[in-house]
């Protein structure tokens, strides 16, 4: 079945750097685009990140442009995102989300893990 | 960047009714819109696809309707796992991919 297990959340000060893992599981993964969706607490969701199935195209809201950084290792079946500069505002339950494709960058999000949170405080 | 918006922010309803959540792009998006669940302390669940495709495994109780910039999102009879905040996303253009503000439905 399909799983996708987020990790590397935890507290971190202001100004410092975080790296979160996306571990995939059950399909094809070169196949399929992933995105990091967050959620501070109590609010909606915001959609950070995205990674095309071949890795060709990233993209990032702007909210985190030229702070946080999506990329992917086939050959470990994950994905991360490296965040630098890491603000209060960052502070949010971070999940990774399939693209349905395949082979395909626009998609709903299928499947989605279960969550990493990140505190960003002093 | 496309806008999303959601219309109510709240919504209070009885098991059976019939519930529509109406969520409205600033610009045309076709049909490249998805409807989301999420429970309290849960993943987001993906409920239809392309404005109106129905995702494997959700009851046909939920449907979905619209194009261009506005969409509805319908729950024929309220069941009680039903509660839960519901978010649209537009997927048309690749940045960014905007979820609405959600909208909460609870017990009235």
């Known amino acids: 079945q399909v799983q996708l297990v987020e990790s590397g959340g935890g507290v971190v000060q202001p100004g410092r750097s975080r790296r979160l893992s996306c571990a995939a599981s059950?399909?094809?993964?070169?196949?399929?685009?992933i995105h990091w969706v967050r959620q501070a607490p109590g609010k909606g969701l915001e959609w950070v990140a995205y990674?095309?199935?071949?890795?060709?195209?990233?993209l990032s809201a702007d909210s985190v442009k030229g702070r946080f950084t999506i990329s992917r290792d086939d050959s470990k079946t994950t994905v991360y995102l490296q965040m630098n500069s890491l603000r209060i505002e960052d502070t949010a339950i971070y999940y990774c989300?399939?693209?349905?494709?395949?082979?395909?960058?626009?998609?709903?999000?299928?499947?989605w893990g279960q969550g990493t949170m990140v505190t960003v405080s002093s | 960047d496309i806008q999303m918006t959601q219309s109510p922010s709240t919504l209070s309803a009885s098991v059976g009714d019939r519930v529509t959540i109406t969520c409205r792009a600033s610009?045309?998006?076709?049909?490249?819109l998805a409807w989301y669940q999420q429970k309290p302390g849960k993943a987001p669940k993906l409920l239809i696809y392309?404005?109106?495709s129905l995702e494997t495994g959700v009851p046909s109780r939920f449907s979905g309707s619209g194009s261009g910039t506005e969409f509805t999102l319908t729950i024929s009879s309220l069941q009680p796992d039903d509660f839960a905040t519901y978010y649209c996303?537009?997927?048309?253009?690749?940045?960014?991919?905007?979820f609405g503000p959600g909208t909460k439905v609870d017990i009235k």
């Open positions: 059950g399909f094809t993964f070169s196949s399929h685009s």
């Open positions: 990674i095309s199935f071949d890795g060709s195209n990233k």
């Open positions: 610009q045309s998006i076709n049909t490249w």
């Open positions: 996303q537009q997927y048309n253009s690749y940045s960014p991919f905007t």
């Open positions: 392309e404005a109106s």
């Open positions: 989300a399939r693209g349905q494709g395949p082979y395909s960058d626009q998609d709903a999000f299928d499947f």
